[in-house]
């Protein structure tokens, strides 16, 4: 951090002040000059947590995405239909027993199978060649959309929240200030808070791992030296298939996520595959702390694009990413390659 | 479309120096592969450089070249600076290397090889039309070809020769076109007698106001080849001179031929 | 994933090739197609496979011979057909302008080329698996960009009654004339890459394909001829978008949405990468597939819609098994044949 910030002064105080300028936005009172140009204060801070919430759910895919691709270098192009696997079992799950909690593991456990089978089956049987992995995780892609077609049929379904999350909260920042000066909250759904604390830990919960567990240095000494790492006599193929495992796992979990606070759709599948490439793409291969910023950038800017210019806020993602690509090719927090 | 440097550039080889370097280091994370070089070849000098495994010699050529940037300091060549340039601008400038393990187009042929480096030295590197038989470069290519030994190889595909073909199929690459300085990276490693004093024969036959560095581990060779020596160790350099002066000093013997080199 | 077989060298340029006899036999066959084939056949089967072929050519041009996977090329098609849609006549009166025939083709493969040449000048900038993905996220943004916009792209619902002109008094859009015109087109751009793959340029993206570093060291620039080689799959693929749309009579967001995108590897895969020829074979078979597996599904029961299905699982049978495609399988086949016949000499060519 400090060494970045001395490597890049202007680049350090540019970020600074896009921040300060946010958090400004957010907590700040609006005037009526600043409401004029901007519109709304609440329609404002509606589209920024909306983005946040939707970065917390893109980071929940992508980082399964991009963990799996920094230990191993296997690239799952059907890690979005884990995605919409695992929404459609959590919405059985959940219809079934009444549980959306309950979901939860249960989806956990059986995507994380379908990860194993496919890391033991597939991606062990082709290591190191990409190219292939991407052609065969293609052809399951689109084998396993047709069969959730064939199986739960074009509608699209929503999971509904627990009624301990239904309804609103009221959240410590300015909606706006009435005439007669009484003070209005933010209102903001409990479940999309909920959603947003949950990827907060699981974020942090992964780092903690990465950095400071014993399992994490396996983890991470695989990603910067997987010679060395399969000669000091760790049984590496038991690491990757945790990784890939818990991997599938979290992106199934996040398929509950996005049903409950969006809906479940064939075509939902490769929507959030393509966000999780877009997202470590933009935030570097193989860094979970790039996953978390680059799903953060591209949500906000989904939202916002969508409130202030719903033409182009596929414009602004792409703009990001082809900046991304062209001044930092390896990504925000990436590696030189 | 067919030859390759203008004359005006050929008319200043003569005069002047082919490389100044001054001050290159080159850093792998906290590593210096080759700190503080500075180091001036003059045109058409043959230089050999020694020094053990691991003293940065590949690591200098790879700065010279432009396949990797140096860290700190300046490279000139043929009197102009070219630190940041890429490698194929210095290339087009006359410089010209090999590699210490080939890198060549394994899937082409050996005539596609040379040919590929003719033209990459030439105008039409994007031509969309096919060489015709009378192509100038086609001929050259075959003579690069013949020069080397590999007349018999000629529509082999480069992956099916041997070690010691396919480290002739770099000189080969390297002689392309009009080089001014070329860098040979162990061209002798792994070639047998025959195919060594062929080598030795081809670089004592390359016209004058050719120069060349060759780093070489076989002593016998770089002192036939060479009229001066610059002899690296933990990627500096520890002693230049000529051929008798290097043989013959005592701090070499001790550091280099003393412990009995491979 | 094999590359694109080496050849015969440069350095004796064979304009007078030996032509094989099954080349003529298949000239032959294609020629007098019209003859004994039915309507159906000449403009949905042959004329949407040569189409695709050109399309997935285009994708074989940079994957083979330049070792970049890009999928892009769909949406680069698309641009292609969305230009001659905006440029020339289509029902969108309030859009398209109506220019002629001989501005709007060349406007509509001129700006389809910017558009791949300044993906590709993004994408080149990283390497192997990054392309993929890099350009599957354009292809997708490209993909939402014209839903969204209505300006321009006509969102939703895209151009419709875009037809060919009727140049020297033929409609096009008639079964012969449209199957001799997309064979012609489909003629010219195989021959194209062929030509130009023993041509200095496609040599040197061979070598760039096999190695770059070397490539560099020779004098080439490997960022521009990626570049370019991007720029001329461009032209291809454009040509191949422009028949697309007139085959339709139509352009919508969905043409290049992502499953067609994907559909372009598939063919491609299929088909083969190392060879001109494999894109076509791969479009054949996807669109016999796409056409005749609905009735062969009924048949044994299934509903027509589980055609995906079918296509996927053969797609991944073929890459599990021969990631060289169809080719592949028939090159191994007669590698063997011919060992068990004549063990000392090995194949016959
Ligand atoms: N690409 C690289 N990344 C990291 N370290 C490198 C790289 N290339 C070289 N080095 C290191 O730099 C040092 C010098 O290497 P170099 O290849 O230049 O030595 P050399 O003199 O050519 O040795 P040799 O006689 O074995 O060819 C070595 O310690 C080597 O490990
Ligand atoms: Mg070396």
Sequence with gaps: MQGFIQRNPVWSLLIALVVA???????????????????????????????????????????GFTLIFGLMRNVNLAHGSLYLLGGYIGFEVSEWSGSWFLAFPVVFVIVAVVGLILQNQVFRRMEGEELRQTMVTIGLSVVIADLMLWRWGGQSYTIYAPDMLFGPMTLPVISSVRDSGEIVYLKYPAVRMAILFAAIVIGVGMWLVLNKTRLGMLIRAGVDDREMLAASGVRIQYVFLAVFAFGAGLAGMAGIVGGT??????????????????VVIVGGMGSIPGAAIGALIIGLSEQLGLVYAPTYSVVFTFLIMAAVLAFRPQGLLGERR | MTETVPAGRLSSV?????LELRGVTKMFGALAAISDITLTVRSGERRAVL??????????????????????????????????FPAYERIRRGLRRTYQISLLFNGLTVADNVYLACRGVSRGRFSFLRPRESDALIARAD???????????????????????????????????????????????????????????????????????????????????????????????????????????????????????? | MALAEP???????????????????????????PAWANDFILFQVMGWTFVLGMIALSLMF???????????????????????????????????????????????????????????ALAVRTEGIYTIMITLAIASAFFYFTRQNYTIFNGYSGFNLVVPPQLFGVDWR??????????????????????????PFGLALQGVRDNPRRMAALGFNVTAHRVASYTFASVIASIGGILLVWQNAQIAPGTAGIPAVIDILVIAVIGGITRPIGPFIGALIYVLLRTFSPDVLLAFGLSGERFKLLVGLGFLALVFFSPDGVLGLWERWRARRARRRDPLTGGEE
Aim: glycine share 10%.
């Design chain 1, 21 to 63: 300028v946010l958090l400004w936005l957010v907590f700040a009172p609006w005037s009526d000059e600043l409401e004029e140009v901007l519109g709304r204060k609440r329609v404002f801070l509606n589209a920024i947590f909306g983005g946040i919430t939707l970065g917390a759910l893109y980071f929940l895919v992508a980082s």
């Design chain 1, 261 to 278: 606070f969006q809906s479940l759709s064939p075509g939902e599948d490769t929507r959030f595959l393509l966000a999780s490439l877009v």
């Design chain 2, 14 to 18: 003569s005069s002047g120096n082919a």
């Design chain 2, 51 to 84: 020094g053990s495994n691991g003293a940065g010699k590949t690591t200098l050529f790879n700065c010279v070249t432009g396949d990797f940037l140096p860290t700190g300091g300046t490279i000139r060549l043929f009197g102009e600076d070219v630190t940041r």
């Design chain 2, 143 to 262: 003579e690069l070809i013949a020069a080397v030994h590999l007349q018999d190889w000629r529509d082999i595909s480069v992956a099916n020769l041997s070690y010691g073909q396919q480290r002739q199929l770099e000189i080969a690459l390297a002689l392309a076109g009009a080089p001014r300085l070329i860098l040979f990276d162990e061209p002798a490693a792994g070639l047998s007698p025959t195919e060594r004093s062929e080598l030795i024969a081809i670089l004592q036959g390359l016209p004058g106001h050719i120069g060349y560095i060759i780093i070489e581990h076989d002593m016998d060779v770089a002192l036939r080849v060479a009229e001066s020596v610059t002899m690296m160790h933990n990627g500096t350099i520890f002693k230049e001179g000529t051929p008798e002066e290097i043989e013959n000093d005592q701090e070499v013997q001790e550091l280099y031929l003393g412990d009995g080199h491979a």
């Design chain 3, 7 to 33: 050849r015969k060298s440069a350095v004796q340029p064979t304009w007078v090739e030996r032509i094989p006899a099954i080349w003529w036999a298949l000239l032959l066959v294609l020629l007098t197609m």
């Design chain 3, 62 to 120: 940079l994957a083979g011979y330049g070792g970049m996977v890009s999928l892009i090329q769909m949406s680069v098609a698309a641009m292609a057909g969305y230009m001659v849609a905006i440029f020339g006549a289509s029902g969108v009166g309030d859009i398209s302008m109506g220019l002629p025939w001989w501005l709007y083709i060349p406007i509509a493969i001129v700006i389809a080329a910017i558009f791949g040449t300044v993906v590709g």
């Design chain 3, 174 to 199: 008639q079964p012969m004339p449209f199957y001799y015109l997309t064979l012609g087109c489909a003629g010219l751009c195989y021959g194209a890459v062929v030509y130009v793959s023993r041509a």
